[in-house]
């Protein structure tokens, strides 16, 4: 059973849309949250969407990430920084955007499971949003015809500027998703 299932009751049609809805508005208020952090700020974009996936499930938090991601296409202010569109999407944090809709779907498999499962979950789908991010400005981006400065960098200069410094922020974040979602859960057994 999942935090929205013990808390909401059983899954219909209509509490899945709402959900979904509800799901992608918080991630949009998330992304625009930053907190002082060593050594870069952090967005709270990535704790919402393990909290989405950890409370939601595989299937429908990775609906609810795509229907965030539709949203920000469409034009609405959903990114960090009220980033949108398009142009927005293809910019040098386009790979992680995608890594969004997997990172949901990872920590979704350990939905309603206990605690250690959680965790173990959300650090992995942290872990895994890096691959497609950190592809995109190391070629991808290049290959689909995306003329940009930091299109192609070397892999250290890719490493120094989209990961190392965000790995202890995402590590705490799923931690903290983690701990939310089982604490929710111990909640709503009693």
Same mark, same amino acid.
């Given at each position: 059973m999942t935090l929205t299932q013990a808390a909401f009751g059983a899954d219909t049609f209509t509490k899945k849309t709402l959900l979904v809805l509800g799901g992608s508005l918080f991630i949009a208020l998330a992304a625009q949250i930053s907190v002082p952090f060593f050594p870069v700020p952090m967005t709270l974009q990535t704790l919402a969407i393990l909290i989405v996936g950890l409370s939601f499930g595989a299937r429908?938090?990775?609906? $609810?990430?795509?229907?965030?991601?539709?949203?920000?296409?469409?034009?609405?202010?959903?990114?960090?920084?009220?980033?949108?569109? =398009?142009?927005y999407m293809m910019g040098p944090t386009a790979?992680?955007?995608?890594?969004?809709?997997?990172?949901?779907?990872?920590?979704?498999?350990a939905a309603g499971r206990g605690m250690v499962a959680m965790l173990v979950a959300a650090l992995v789908a942290a872990a895994l949003i890096y691959l497609p991010g950190l592809a995109w400005p190391l070629g991808v981006a290049q290959a689909t015809g995306v003329e %940009?400065?930091? %299109?192609? =960098?070397?892999?250290? *200069?890719?490493?120094?500027?989209?990961? $190392?410094?965000? =790995? =202890?922020?995402?590590?705490? *974040? /799923?931690?903290? %998703? /983690?701990?939310?979602? %089982?604490?929710?859960? *111990?909640f709503f057994a009693k």
């Amino acid at each position: 059973m999942t935090l929205t299932q013990a808390a909401f009751g059983a899954d219909t049609f209509t509490k899945k849309t709402l959900l979904v809805l509800g799901g992608s508005l918080f991630i949009a208020l998330a992304a625009q949250i930053s907190v002082p952090f060593f050594p870069v700020p952090m967005t709270l974009q990535t704790l919402a969407i393990l909290i989405v996936g950890l409370s939601f499930g595989a299937r429908l938090g990775a609906v $609810t990430v795509l229907a965030y991601l539709a949203e920000g296409a469409a034009g609405l202010p959903v990114f960090a920084n009220m980033g949108a569109g =398009l142009p927005y999407m293809m910019g040098p944090t386009a790979g992680f955007l995608l890594g969004f809709v997997a990172m949901a779907y990872v920590a979704g498999l350990a939905a309603g499971r206990g605690m250690v499962a959680m965790l173990v979950a959300a650090l992995v789908a942290a872990a895994l949003i890096y691959l497609p991010g950190l592809a995109w400005p190391l070629g991808v981006a290049q290959a689909t015809g995306v003329e %940009a400065g930091w %299109a192609g =960098l070397s892999f250290d *200069k890719v490493l120094g500027a989209f990961a $190392t410094p965000f =790995l =202890l922020g995402d590590a705490v *974040k /799923a931690v903290l %998703a /983690a701990f939310a979602v %089982a604490g929710g859960m *111990k909640f709503f057994a009693k």
